[in-house]
């Protein structure tokens, strides 16, 4: 083994998995970690996208949508990724979300969502209908998760920071499908994070199961009749996933297992050893656990919409210098002005919700970057402008574009993905890409 695996790590897999399977998971750490992404169609056609790589990609054993790259290759500096045509995510962590069954119409939550990679598959699937809610109690790590779930540019993604129990008080019984990926012991991280195995202990798995328990009670509270409670974990002791499944369905009767539908991967162990699944590195993935439960009560709660004031007559007209068409879509809330498809969740705790347009300013508009990205809005930008590669990575760095004859607030794409704002004076469009999210320097 080229990684120096700890004795404790080492001891917990050989009492769970069989023989063959444990000589198999210790020679994988010989290996690199697995490193792929996936392409959201509705953004750009996969095949299409894939072709225009400079780069080799293998489509993965777990799933051909997640395509391995090689790790040298960085993948945040792409056109595609900015523009968030693509997101990085290990093979088999993409297949929690596959399980789920998500169809446009339903209302989803993700429990702990950061970094946001199963929520950016949620919003995908549901193709703008719907409602995903994107829920991480850590304030450091909302930040991330915001920032990840804006590339997508959905105005039915709503950001949330709260416990699970305060989320089961504000939503009892309101969603169609339940995403718990509960924080764990991390034993599927250690190839790929060798900073992981420092916290290797019997007692910290221990500690891990109890947090895990705590969050799928609280939870379960949150799904609606007919609705899946999906839970997974990226660790593969029997503490943290078998034993918290069954402890769960022994004190939850209004739950049932169901299959997990995967042809990939290996079953599990104990009493539902044939429902669960497993993902292992010698199976394509990094490690992955995954179940699902059914709730079969009754009860199904309805969301509450907020009454959205309409905009005023000015702020109709500096609209309508940037959109073809201005309508009920659109509203105020102070000096913000918001767009949504929908109605508007009554969330006041939420941190976000719709999609910010941009400040009224007295006498000018103000647009935010977030619009640029939104599926609905980037066809009624009355200025878009299409820039080849080596003009994609000068905006992405910052740089001021010599394109004349635009004048006032538009948008760039690369191939139809729509990458930021620009605003024109006639000679040249200066770049109002966000300074934080920009490419420095030139890649090697």
């Excluded at 083994?1 to 790590?9: K, V």
């Excluded at 943290?240 to 290996?266: A, C, K, M, R, Y």
């Excluded at 999609?355 to 970057?369: A, C, P, T």
Aim: charged share 25%.
């Amino acid at each position: 083994m080229s990684l120096n695996l700890p004795n404790s790590f080492k001891l917990r897999m050989a009492k769970t998995l069989p023989e063959h399977h444990y000589k198999q998971l210790m020679d994988s750490y010989d290996k690199p970690a697995y490193r792929a992404f996936r392409f959201f169609d509705s953004k750009i056609d996969p095949a299409f996208g894939r072709s225009l790589l400079t780069f080799e990609t293998i489509e993965s054993a777990l799933n051909p949508k997640s395509l391995l790259f090689d790790e040298k290759i960085k993948i945040g500096r792409h056109p595609f990724y900015h523009g968030g045509a693509l997101y990085p995510q290990e093979p088999s962590a993409a297949l929690v979300v596959d399980v789920a069954d998500i169809q446009p119409n339903q209302t989803v939550i993700d429990v702990c969502s950061a970094p946001g990679g199963k929520s950016l598959q949620l919003l995908h699937l549901l193709q703008g209908k719907g409602y995903c809610v994107s829920n991480e109690i850590d304030r450091k790590r909302v930040k991330i998760l915001m920032s990840n779930l804006e590339r997508m540019g959905d105005d039915n993604s709503i950001v949330t920071s709260m416990s699970t129990q305060q989320l089961s008080q504000l939503w009892p019984h309101h969603f169609d499908r339940v995403i718990v990926d509960a924080p764990c012991s991390g034993e599927g991280t250690y190839r790929k994070d060798i900073s992981a195995q420092q916290y290797d202990k019997d007692e910290n798995v221990f500690v891990c199961s109890l947090r895990q328990k705590d969050i799928l009670h609280h939870a379960s509270k949150l799904v609606k009749q007919g609705g899946y409670l999906i839970y997974s974990t990226c660790t593969f002791n029997q503490t943290e996933n078998e034993d918290v499944v069954e402890e769960f369905l022994s004190t939850h009767t209004d739950f049932t297992i169901e299959p997990v539908h995967l042809s990939v991967g290996q079953p599990g162990f104990g009493k539902y050893s044939e429902s669960v699944r497993r993902i292992y590195p010698f199976d394509g993935g990094e490690g992955q656990f995954v179940a699902k439960l059914k709730y079969l009560g009754v009860e199904a709660n309805s969301f509450t919409y907020l009454r959205q004031k309409p905009l005023n007559h000015k702020q109709k007209q500096m609209l309508t210098e940037v959109f073809t068409q201005v309508d009920h879509r659109f509203y105020q809330l102070s000096d913000r002005i918001y767009f949504s498809s929908q109605p508007t969740l009554a969330v006041t705790s939420a941190l976000k919700k719709d999609i910010l347009v941009g400040w009224d300013k007295g006498n000018y508009l103000l647009m935010e970057h977030e619009c640029s990205k939104n599926r609905h809005l980037k066809h009624l930008f009355k200025n878009k402008i299409e820039l080849n590669l080596d003009q994609a990575n000068q905006y992405l760095q910052g740089e001021v574009l010599n394109i004349q004859y635009v004048f006032g607030w538009g948008i760039v794409l690369y191939h139809s993905v729509s990458l930021g704002l620009i605003k024109g004076d006639g000679s040249v469009c200066k770049n109002k890409y966000p300074k934080g999210l920009r490419n420095l320097g030139v890649e090697s």
